[in-house]
């Protein structure tokens, strides 16, 4: 499957996978992030039920505090 994350295009061993799964393939590990998939804000109780299909646009933006 071909996917843009983060701007740039990516090829996945899979043909279908969920948010949460792309995550964890992915091995984001920050704690505090923000998801957005072809545009729409994907809250991280709906990562598991979201799926990530061929052609889409996936953002995961880590959000750093800090003063």
Known sequence: ???TLNNNPETVD???LT???LIEYKNFT???LVTKVNGSLIKKEDR???EVRD???V???H???GG
């Open 1 to 3: 499957m071909k996917i």
């Open 30 to 32: 920050f704690r505090l």
């Open 14 to 16: 899979a043909e279908h």
């Open 55 to 57: 052609g889409d646009n």
């Open 63 to 65: 959000l750093i505090s």
């Open 59 to 61: 953002a995961v933006i």
């Open 48 to 50: 598991i039920i979201t």
């Open 19 to 21: 948010l949460q799964e």
